[in-house]
């Protein structure tokens, strides 16, 4: 990557980390429909904010789109949020897993979570398109595999939400490669890897912007912010990669996803040395509810 491909790079991530502080701002201060609407109790049962869920995507599209990622980014990014934010906001929670929604879809019941599959299956498969068209790397086949790995890690984001600091730190690990690898692109393959490389850049920006107030317990992605951070790293992927990268990559996606109906990710990394550590690191101690929230 050329010393300008670098600047713009660091652009997007910053651009990304300031665009999450602000918005997570701007709607403490205004909560659209009051404060109410934004608290849910977290793991431990303590109130929390669902702010940072649509400041994380406002602020890490901006930060795309300021890296020159384009369209692809900000379709996946704000697409992914709003069915998830319908979700969190609408959903009643009675259905859980890819196997509580086909429960429920079988006895004639739609659930705000069926409606978010089907979204973010449609939003994959748009932005996958999208990628493609501009960059004509894979026929239909491989629109569709970029589709559904886009889609698959938007869900998988969403799995691992379920601790202060997780997803955000998954964002930040899987992002650190992909942001080495196109700084380390040749030139003749930077058109290529320019809307990875600021997509996923724009991305750990905003996962470094709203790592604090997650991790000290005051407000979580929720289901908006997880499935926008997911649906962007894939974006990423399927925009750096050719048709066996992306089989590559949604295998892994759906081994992942199987296996989060049979086994929890939380005990899992709970009993791994080295895991438990990492996914502790820089969690605070429990504050009261009450002071959580200021």
């Known amino acids: 990557m050329t010393r300008r491909g670098r600047g713009t790079t660091l652009g997007a991530f910053i651009v990304g980390a300031l665009g999450s502080v602000a918005a997570a701002a701007l709607l403490k201060g205004r909560p659209p429909g009051g404060l109410e609407r934004w608290i849910r109790k977290n793991h431990a049962g303590h109130p929390v904010t669902l702010f940072e869920g649509p400041a994380y995507a406002v602020g890490a599209v901006a930060g795309a789109l300021a890296g020159g990622a384009g369209r692809p980014a900000a379709v996946a990014g704000l697409g992914a949020a709003a ?25 004639g019941e739609v659930t705000t979570g069926a409606i978010k599959m089907v979204g973010l299956g449609a939003t994959g498969l748009l932005t996958a398109r999208m990628i493609d068209r501009s960059h004509e790397r894979c026929g239909v086949m491989g629109t569709l595999v970029g589709g559904a790995v886009i889609a698959g890690s938007a869900n998988i984001a969403n799995l691992l939400d379920l601790r202060p600091g997780r997803a955000l730190k998954v964002v930040l690990l899987l992002a650190a490669p992909i942001v080495a690898r196109g700084c380390g692109a040749r030139p003749s393959a930077a058109t290529a890897t320019a809307t990875a490389t600021a997509t996923v850049a724009a991305a750990a920006g905003a996962a470094i912007g709203a790592l ?9 992605l929720g289901d908006t912010g997880a499935n926008s951070a997911g649906a962007l790293l894939g974006t990423s992927i399927v925009a750096r990669t050719g048709p066996r990268g992306r089989l590559l990559a949604l295998a892994v996606v759906t081994a992942l996803t199987l296996a989060s109906e049979k086994v929890s990710f939380t005990k899992v990394i709970e009993s791994t040395p080295g895991l438990r550590e990492l996914d502790a690191l820089g969690r605070p101690p429990w504050s009261s509810p009450t002071a959580s929230l200021k």
């Open 83 to 107: 069915f998830g934010a319908l979700d969190d906001l609408v959903g009643d929670g009675s259905s859980k897993g890819l196997r509580g929604h086909l429960a429920a879809a079988r006895r």
């Open 212 to 220: 604090p107030d997650d991790l000290a317990g005051r407000s979580m």
